[in-house]
């Protein structure tokens, strides 16, 4: 049986080995988050394995990924797996298949706001995100009650350097095709 182009896009960004993977369930036994994800992570893997792309791509998966290495660690092929997901975001953007995600489309937002204000500007990304899927009023009771307790901001401070770290950002950006 031929190799899937998919498993060799993934092994060539990533430059982690893939198909030596043989389907242990290791990785998915020490994920924290596992238990929430879509696809858990051994079957992420195996679906790359088997070539299905947009099922791995378009998935919230990669997006539920907190990055905690646990994966890449009790992998006893070696398999950095962290690694995996964090190149299926890329590509998953690269490839328009995030924009059906809600939670990749949050993130662009967050990423947007460190592109302009340096800093994570939370009650205006919120606020553009609710704009964005016409929830007009969902979580505003919640939202006016932590401004009141201090705990949401109601301005975006800039940081010192924001234009350097825009412009880092928007190099990445650019390196993602967006
Ligand atoms: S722990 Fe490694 S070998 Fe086992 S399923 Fe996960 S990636 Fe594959
Ligand atoms: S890096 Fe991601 S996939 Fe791996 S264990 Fe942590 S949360 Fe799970």
Known sequence: MPRPS?????ETHSG???????????CTNGCPVAG??????????GYIL????????????????L????????????????RVFETLRQISLASGLAAKNDIAHFDDLIIDSVERHGRF???ETIMRYRLSKRQFLKDAAMGLDMVRKG??????????????LGTIIRRMRGHQDR
């Open 6 to 10: 998919f498993l060799d896009e993934i």
């Open 16 to 26: 982690v080995t893939v198909s030596v993977c043989y389907q242990c369930c290791r």
């Open 36 to 45: 929430d994800m879509e696809i858990v992570p051994h079957r992420v893997m």
């Open 50 to 65: 088997s070539g299905e792309r947009e099922k791995v791509l378009a998935s919230t998966s990669p997006w539920k990924c």
């Open 67 to 82: 990055q905690c290495a646990t994966c890449s660690l009790r992998c006893p092929n070696g398999i950095d797996v962290a």
């Open 121 to 123: 500007a939370e009650l």
């Open 151 to 164: 705990r949401l901001g109601l301005s975006s401070h800039n940081i010192r350097g924001r234009k350097e």
